[in-house]
Each structure stands twice: as C-alpha cells, then as structure tokens.
C-alpha cells in the first residue's frame, strides 16, 4: 500500500521538531585542526573577523595548539553531532609578566552554524574557564561592523573600553576595532 506524502514527511518532520542535540564544548585536540582551520580560513578569505590575510595551515597550526596549555589559556571547540561547528581560545595578552592577569578571547564560528548559540556556548565555557584559572581581566578585539559578536560579548558582560581607529586594512576597507573588557576580579 503507497503511502500518502504526509505518511513520508513525517519523520523527517518529527527529527526537526525534536529537541535541538546539546551543543559539546570541549578542549581541542589536533585532530581538531583541519575544523578549526577551515573555520578560520573562511574569515580570512571572506570576512574581517581576523586582521589575519593569509590562510593557515593544519600543519602551521599544530605548534599553536600545543603553545596554549589547558588551564590558562585552553582552545576549545563546540561539537554538534560530532561536527566541530566552533572554536575559541584565550592567549596570553602580552609576553610581559606584568600581564599575566590578563589573557584575549578569540572566537570563530562556522558560518552555516552562526545564530544557533554556539558562540554564546563557547564565550560562556571561556569565561567559566577563565575565572577557575584565576584569571583577572580577559579582553576582546572586535571588527567596529561586528555587531553580532559585539553584542554577544557585551550580553555576557564585557564593556567597551575604546575604538582603536583606522588600524587595520582589508579588502580595501579601513577598519576600526573596539576593544572590551570583562573583570573577573569585581573591578
């Protein structure tokens, strides 16, 4: 017996209505690379949510992974169905010891994966990871356009502290950045 085209649509009906799967955040692995380098590749060639203007490689990337240790300044990634949809990481924010309180977030998201809280997942895991670090201050540098990621910062608390303008070049473009900040100290 044929079955009617609602009879054929229903599952794939009932899988989109069913809870969305919970977004994994976790330290990055090499493995990880060739994920967390297309994500970044894609900004690279097409975006100016990185400065940066040559593509990476796994291979280039294998010795920046290894530079950020786990506890101060971890990579992580977001994994939905075993998918690496997102990355972030804090660095050191200067060589300078004097600095050591402070550490910069950056943070990418694939662009068919954007909207869907990932990036909101992967800031609120940093900033956890931040204060149980001992972390003071962790601060971001933004693109001026970047709305959707300057919201998002500030939505999970980081303020503005300033328009670095016209430093930055890229596809013709002169860009701003702002700079934020969130303490984690109560200053």
Same mark, same amino acid.
């Given at each position: ?54 593509? #990476? ?6 010795? #920046? ?21 997102? #990355?972030?990481?804090?660095?050191? #924010? ?27 997942? &992967? ?15 962790? &601060? ?48």
């Amino acid at each position: 017996m044929a079955r009617t085209p609602d009879e054929v649509a229903a599952p794939a009906r009932a899988e989109r209505m069913r809870a969305p799967r919970p977004i994994v955040i976790r330290l990055a692995e090499a493995a990880d690379l060739e994920a967390i380098v297309d994500i970044y590749n894609h900004e690279v060639r097409t975006g100016v949510a990185t400065f940066d203007t040559e593509p #990476w490689t796994v291979a280039g990337q294998g010795e #920046w992974l290894r530079s950020h240790d786990a506890v101060c300044h971890p990579v992580t990634v977001a994994e939905d169905g075993g998918a690496v949809t997102g #990355w972030a990481s804090l660095s050191a #924010w200067s060589s300078r010891c004097a600095y050591a309180r402070a550490a910069e977030v950056s943070l990418y998201v694939h662009a068919e994966r954007r909207g869907r809280g990932i990036g909101r997942a &992967l800031l609120s895991d940093l900033i956890a990871r931040a204060r149980q670090a001992g972390l003071a201050v962790l &601060l971001a540098r933004i693109e001026s356009s970047g709305e959707v990621s300057i919201g998002l910062h500030r939505a999970l608390g980081f303020a503005s502290i300033g328009t670095m303008r016209r430093v930055g070049e890229k596809f013709g473009r002169i860009l701003d950045v702002e700079l934020l900040d969130l303490h984690l100290d109560g200053g």
